[in-house]
């Protein structure tokens, strides 16, 4: 018996499906709900590997360089992402604070560096037993990363402050910028049921070495 | 699920239930979570978090979100003044964004999932895949109304000019912060499946 049934079950109203063939870039829709069901994506794995790393290079600049130096009456004042929760918690809005640090600083860093280890493993083929956690961790936490809510609201205040004083963009702006970019990238070329298949995949070759040893 | 097979919450596998012992909390082969049938307690989860949301709603659209001090003067300001400041400096499109994000959002995620709610505790059976749909635009949606936050934290980062004029974040940030995230966790919670449940238990 294959322990995977041909069948898939739409993840929305659990209707169960023949898995039919998909071709690259093609979309799967339920036919009962409309729901998206799947999407198959092309050298998924290689993709989510140079667009991670590449986000991680910019990490540091982008939230710990100044965004935008204000000049107002003669004074400067620049602030960085950073700063932008440092100022929430000196203000003891800690709740606040912590959810702009999780959301902000937080949880871009970890789906980045997740995602560079898990593909690196899969890479190399190093299975280890946390792979399946790692790579779930990555899926369910991927919402919480806002780097893109983040960047609408640099926009926004631009234009709210843009009356009052003028505005240098910095590097933690185009830093920030291509930062958000590189996140949105790994979802889109992110195909969950490749990296499964090839986890199962190294899962079942490791058990084996291990009994053969 | 009808069919013997229970699809596993983070990683979409199949599993036979005929290979789940009873009494024991089966983990997916695959990915290692915990397999249920539908999540756990949906219904009350969601629920609760959707009512607290409410609750919270209200304060944080009555009180300050924000305090501009100008030359000696505190001025507090909620979000709609911000939204309709916006609109008097003929900033249209700025301020329906915020109106958007920070009003239309949340409560049309409250409302929406109110909604959903009703018609699976009543059983209503029509417009299921609008219902569905819907879902799948308020989990979408959820992460923007963090927009205003966002701002306010920029805001009182780069505008603080010593006596001249600074911006801080007055309480109603705290509850609005709690809104989005009791939002968040709601759509985390719901289970959509739960809608078809009962049009498949009645052919």
Redesign the interface.
Known sequence: MS???P???C??????LEKPDVATGQKLFCP????QLYQKKTDSVNKVLAISFSGLLLYIPAVFAP??T?N??G?N???SIF??????YQ?K?Y??AI??FL??IFFPLFKLSLLLSITIQIKLRLYSRSL??L??AA??LD??G?PD??L???F??I???S???SIHYNLGFICFLFLTMMTRATTSALD??IF?QE??RMKKYSTKTAAND | ?D?G?I?C??????I?AKEIPEGFQPAC?????DIHARKPHSLSRTWALIITSAILFLPANLLPIMRVDFLGSQEYSTIMDGIIYFFH?N?YG?GL??FTASVLVPLFKIIGMTIILLSIQFKWKSW??HK??M??FIEFI???S??????I??????????T??ST??APA??YF??VV?CT?FAALTFD??L???TE?SNP
């Open positions: 322990d995977t049934p069948l898939i079950a993840h929305a109203c659990d209707l169960l009962r709900c409309k729901s965004l935008l204000l107002a009456a004074m004042q620049d602030g700063d932008a929760f440092l100022s929430f203000q809005y709740f606040v959810t702009l959301t902000s399946p956690f790579f779930r899926n369910s919402e919480w806002m809510v983040y609408i609201a640099i926004v205040t234009i709210k402050i009356s009052m004083a969950p049921e499964w986890i199962d | 699920m069919c097979f699809s919450h983070d990683c979409g596998k199949l036979s082969p695959r990915c290692s979570a400096e900033e700025i964004i915020i299921l895949r569905t749909a879902f799948h959820g992460r923007w963090m927009l205003d936050i966002f701002v934290a920029l805001m009182s980062t780069l505008v603080k000019f010593g001249f004029t801080q974040a940030a705290s912060t709690a995230l968040m959509s499946r809608l078809w449940d498949s």
